[in-house]
């Protein structure tokens, strides 16, 4: 049995209407959706249930112990016997954004795009004056906190990091960022996991959004879905060469990566059967927006400057 039969897709496939925001134009559904009837939800829950099975494991990859207050009590909880890929692909985040933070000095911003239940901020070991930043639906979000708070599991943040949610609905999700206290002047490290990425223009206008706020030289890590995919021809003739056009074309070198690679580095044996989502670290390669304001107006002083000398010369 594939993986794609024998548990529940963490990225679903939906069609309901959507809306793009005004500025940072992050296309988002509009759907009439019931709380966790939401598909976004289910989704959501849906991976959830499987970091919940594999914390369950005799030797789980990663321990995540608030997954299970999101799991249904009508869903089996039984131990998954097989690794999932989804689970390797976590793990693979989950180090790159400790190893990178802990290479930052003094403020490190870490910027998660989220499916509204991502755990990181509360089960990993964020080094001092870490402030995390969570875009996700907002009815999402709401739903797992509430469900945190009853559970009385206590999800707290490490001492002397901060967190923020900033809601995907958001009219404008950089002034929301900056107004929170994110500097596109200072490195970042960002991480795309269960984001509901619903089309490959959607996913490029994400690309678009990282390249305006993320510091030359940030990471950018993450899986992105198979669907996006499914719809370009080219990428079956050669799928690396696709993904590295995609990336390119707005500022970022990527390195595609093999999940049976990092099973093996683990010490796991993996076949990654109908799993076809695409794991990757990508690079920035521009200049955040706040850098190219700041050298102009370091370039407009400069010239001023130059400008009066001129005049006292006279």
Known sequence: MGFAQAFPVAYINMHPSLICTSKRKLCVSTAKLNGENDPLFLAATASASLRYKE????????????????????IPKDVIQDLHPYCLAT??????????????????????????????PYRLKWPTSTIIFDISPESVFKIAAEKLKASGVGAKMPKGCIFYHIPLESSDIEQSMQFKGYNGSRPSIWALQGFPVMTLANFEEVLTMISSLAMKGSLFVGELPSCLAE????IKSNRRQWVDKLFMSKGFRVEMINYEGVAESFGK???????NNILFVAEQLLHSDDQMESWRQEFQRVENEGDEEGFEEL
Do not use: W
């Open 55 to 74: 914390t369950l494991r005799p030797e789980p990859l990663f321990l995540d112990p608030y997954a299970g207050c999101f799991v249904p009590h009508n």
């Open 91 to 120: 793990k693979f985040i989950d180090d790159k954004l400790l190893h990178t933070v802990s290479l930052i000095d003094g403020l490190k911003q870490l910027v998660l795009l989220t499916d509204g239940m991502d755990t990181r």
């Open 231 to 234: 719809t370009e021809m080219e």
């Open 269 to 275: 044996d993996f076949a990654s059967g109908h799993y």
